[in-house]
């Protein structure tokens, strides 16, 4: 039974001046409803946080909104069926931090459908170290097994290799076997990705402007966080049957292409949603991450701050400023 009155919580407003994010107290009888209520221990910084917090996209649908796409917590109080006081529960998507209250917040109440139980063999901290970035990039890593695209197959391109997604596909593929070719616009950070497991690093400017309708086939699959001429000279440069699952729009939301990759070479562009996958392969994915993941190495990857620093730091991730994971303590 939760027994505070209030709360410390990130909070969105909307007037005729524009948008602003401050960070307030909320009466617990703010909370939006939802049959489970959860002490949030850390929730992250993700790009679409973000873009919500600055306002740069039109994230938020509706105001005011506590952001946080994803929190891990302990259970207050359920009405669930599925979940007790007491359990520790990860949650990812569903339009939380877009539409609902969100995990950038010390307390969170949610749809009991929406949350999975923390996989064992993770800590809270590990993961949202991991958050929506790391288990989409394992999203990202399934699609690409499920379409046949095996470590035997040929090199795989990463890009946006030094942010969230980037990070952890690169660390899983290699550790998978596959031979990843880290694509990133920051030539400072291929220390970093040879230590996330990439075999070659590559600068992204050779792929980032219009390119051919097909190019030379140097990839048997992609995993990409950028969209816009990135991702269609990602395709064009897709060996015979290969597979490119697209996931992010960092560098743009456009996608400048021919279809001639896809009815001359039979590539796959395969797109990953993270927010609205059905539960049985979001469970898959968390499972696979607390098995698969070098979680020593993870600490790598991860920095953590304070609730009151997101305001700050959101724009530099905006701008390609920030390396690897965001871990945000709630209660600090
Ligand atoms: P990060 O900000 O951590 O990483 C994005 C990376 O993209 C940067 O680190 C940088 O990598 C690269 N980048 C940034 N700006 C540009 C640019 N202008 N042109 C080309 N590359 C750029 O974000 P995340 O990894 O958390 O998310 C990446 C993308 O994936 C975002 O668009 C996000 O919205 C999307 N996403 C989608 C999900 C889904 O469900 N489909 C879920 C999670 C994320 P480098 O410096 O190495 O080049």
Same mark, same amino acid.
């Given at each position: ?15 005729? +001046? ?21 002490? !949030? ?21 509706? %105001? ?6 994803? %929190? ?9 069926? #599925? %979940? ?10 569903? /339009? ?5 209250? &969100? /995990?950038?917040?010390? !307390?969170?109440?949610?749809? &009991? ?17 991991? =958050? ?21 197959? /040929? ?6 290799? +030094? ?21 990133? &616009? ?11 497991? +990439?075999?070659? !690093? ?6 980032? /402007?219009?390119? #051919?309708?097909?190019? #030379? ?24 049957? =290969? ?7 960092? =560098? ?18 395969? &797109? ?47 701008? =390609? ?12």
């Amino acid at each position: 039974m939760n027994t505070a009155t209030d709360f410390r919580a990130l909070l969105i407003s909307k007037t005729d +001046a524009g948008q602003t994010a401050a960070l307030v107290r909320q009466a617990m009888d703010s909370l939006p409803e939802g049959d489970v209520t959860v002490q !949030v221990q850390y929730s992250t910084l993700n790009y679409k946080d973000a873009l919500a917090i600055t306002g740069r996209s039109p994230v938020v649908r509706r %105001f005011p909104m506590v952001p946080g796409i994803d %929190f891990v917590g302990t259970v207050a109080e359920s009405q669930h069926p #599925k %979940f007790n006081a007491g359990d520790t529960v990860v949650l990812n998507g569903w /339009g939380v931090g877009e539409g609902h209250w &969100g /995990g950038l917040s010390q !307390v969170a109440r949610v749809r &009991g459908d929406w949350l999975v139980k923390l996989p064992a063999g993770l800590t809270p901290r590990q993961s949202m170290a991991l =958050g929506t970035a790391g288990y989409t990039a394992m999203l990202c890593v399934m699609t690409l097994q499920r379409l046949g695209v095996t470590p035997d197959k /040929g090199d795989i391109a990463v890009s946006g290799a +030094a942010g969230g997604v980037g990070s952890v596909a690169t660390m899983l593929l290699s550790r998978l076997g596959y031979r990843v070719v880290a694509i990133t &616009g920051r030539s400072a950070e291929a220390r970093y990705l040879h230590g996330l497991g +990439a075999a070659e !690093v590559m600068d992204r400017a050779a792929l980032s /402007g219009p390119g #051919k309708p097909l190019a #030379k086939e140097r990839w048997a699959g992609a995993v990409d966080s950028v969209g816009s001429h990135l991702l269609a000279n990602l395709c064009a440069s897709t060996r015979y049957r =290969g597979v490119v699952a697209a996931c992010g729009l960092a =560098g743009g939301m456009d996608l400048p292409a021919t279809v001639a990759p896809f009815i001359l070479r039979g590539v796959t562009l395969a &797109g990953v949603d993270s927010v609205m996958c059905p539960r049985e392969e979001r469970e898959q994915a968390w499972q696979r991450l607390a098995a698969e993941m070098d979680v020593q190495r993870l600490e790598a990857i991860s920095e953590e701050i304070g609730l009151a620093r997101v305001l700050d730091v959101a724009p530099d991730l905006l701008g =390609g400023r920030v390396r690897g994971r965001l871990i945000v303590d709630v209660n600090r």
